[in-house]
């Protein structure tokens, strides 16, 4: 009976981190969903072109953060360990790696019209598009900025007052949307580049308010986070080598959605709007997996540092059952309902919108069995970074995502004339494949430090030594 017992302790433990991280990702989602919805306000014109700057933008800002999230399972493992100027070491050479990633990736994004353009896209769109990616490419640093400051705090246990923060920029959002979008209380109309700007006064806001908390409040008082923010170049490089793949695993899972977006743009304008509706559908459902994933992360690695693999095994798993039991209720959500989901980003009175309304409900039965196999990779993903086994999952994803996923998309969309659908469909067998992978690798790895780990603590140890008793956790990638 203790193993059943151990595993619901460690389901309510997950959950304790993930409700709060769960706020963060809504609020992350909740920009995104308004976006989309006040682009649609302005039409369908602007609905593709800004899903085409938002797709863009954020595969951009979402390598960063890929990178940046190597820091995390560093950051819980040293919490386990108890280890305080570990945890200070880290957050400082985390804010140098977001001032190096920052600054090339927004030269990047205010010449990605010249870079749209090579990719077969309408002039008029891309030009569209260039005003909202001119106008929220000044936001990239503090987006990155309040990830690491969300990343520790995690590692830490107290994600709280990080997700109250971010929550409170979801009515912020949409008023700045509603005041620069149209022109009010004086402000001149934007358009399209009101939502970038909304976008970029929103993501400062988050950053101050969030490294203000961290460092003033009683919570975070005993790590003194802010106290040495010293240039450490071998703790900025063992968060270079942990981090690097996780932004080439981000790179490669967005880029696919942004070629698929390429690809339903070139087969016109309103299978882009279509896709986009599936899309932001997508990113507001992944908030519970990826939630998960965070919470599944910070649990293993602090097992990690407290030298407990079987612990650590145990909350991969936990997070992998709560993750299968989540999902399949969102995706049978939206298989039953994918016409009223449409409807709202797009008005079904207006007769210009029909024909993508009518495109995306194909779209959303399909994606509700993406949603499942993605969001359990996220999760398996999570499992996996806790142990910092980072290399590995990254060459699993991109094999399965790339050459199976986007190959028999490929054939399904332009050969059997499946359109977007075959694309999903394509999509969804690759991610498929590459889950059921990295679990399998998950419970490989944590079984091979599990058996060591046990035998170390047989009583027969005559021939040891008290050097002898060193941590048997290192990384596995």
């Not at 008029?124 to 598009?129: I, S, Y």
């Not at 293993?300 to 039991?325: C, E, H, T, W, Y």
């Not at 009175?349 to 949603?371: E, K, M, Q, Y």
């Amino acid at each position: 009976m203790r193993s059943p017992s151990k595993f619901l302790s460690e389901v309510f433990a997950t959950l304790h981190l993930a409700v709060p991280l769960g706020g963060i990702q809504l609020a992350e989602a909740a920009v995104g969903f308004v976006n989309t919805v006040m682009m649609g306000f302005l039409g369908i014109q602007s609905l593709a072109a800004g899903a085409l700057g938002v797709i863009t933008f954020y595969t951009l800002l979402l390598i960063c953060m890929g990178v940046i999230e190597g820091a995390s399972p560093l950051a819980a493992e040293a919490f386990g360990a108890d280890n305080t100027e570990r945890i200070r070491q880290i957050f400082a050479q985390g804010l140098w790696l977001v001032v190096a990633l920052s600054l090339p990736m927004m030269l990047l994004t205010w010449h990605l019209d010249s870079i749209l353009m090579l990719s077969g896209q309408q002039e008029n769109t891309v030009a569209l598009a260039s005003t909202y990616l001119r106008a929220i490419v000044w936001s990239l640093p503090a987006a990155v900025g309040f990830f690491i400051l969300k990343e520790v705090a995690t590692a830490v246990n107290r994600p709280q007052l990080i997700s109250a923060i971010a929550l409170t920029s979801i009515p912020l959002n949409i008023t700045a949307n509603y005041l620069l979008i149209f022109g009010h209380l004086g402000l001149p109309p934007l358009g399209l580049a009101g939502i970038g700007w909304a976008g970029t006064f929103v993501y400062w806001v988050n950053f101050l308010a969030a490294a203000a908390v961290i460092g003033f409040h009683p919570w975070f008082k005993e790590y003194k986070l802010f106290a040495s923010l010293q240039f450490n170049k071998h703790v900025f490089a063992e968060l270079w080598q942990n981090g690097w793949p996780l932004g080439l695993e981000y790179a490669s899972s967005l880029i696919l959605f942004t070629l698929i977006a390429l690809l339903s743009g070139y087969m016109g304008t309103t299978l882009l709007a279509a896709n986009e509706i599936v899309v932001q559908t997508l990113e507001v459902s992944l908030i519970v997996p990826t939630a998960i994933s965070y919470a599944t992360m910070t649990r293993v690695g602090q097992m990690i540092g407290q030298n407990d693999p079987r612990s650590a095994k145990r909350a991969g798993f936990a997070a992998i059952a709560i993750g299968l039991a989540a999902m399949s209720l969102i995706a049978v959500a939206i298989c039953l309902f994918p016409e009223q989901i449409a409807t709202i980003y797009l008005d079904a009175s207006n007769l210009d919108n029909v024909l993508a309304i009518t495109s995306a409900i194909p779209l959303l039965r399909i994606a509700s069995l993406f949603l499942i196999a993605f969001g359990l990779n996220l999760i398996a993903l999570g499992t996996l970074l806790g142990i910092q086994d980072t290399r590995l999952p990254l060459l699993i994803n991109i094999l399965f995502q790339w050459c199976v996923g986007m190959t028999c998309g490929y054939l399904l969309c332009f050969h059997l004339n499946w359109g977007s659908i075959g694309l999903w469909s394509g999509l969804t067998i690759g991610t498929t494949l590459a889950t059921l992978f990295l679990i399998y690798r998950f419970y490989l790895s944590t079984s091979e430090i599990i058996q060591p780990s046990e035998d170390e603590e047989k009583p027969d140890r005559s021939l040891a030594t008290d050097e002898d008793q060193t941590p048997v956790f290192k990384s596995v990638s």
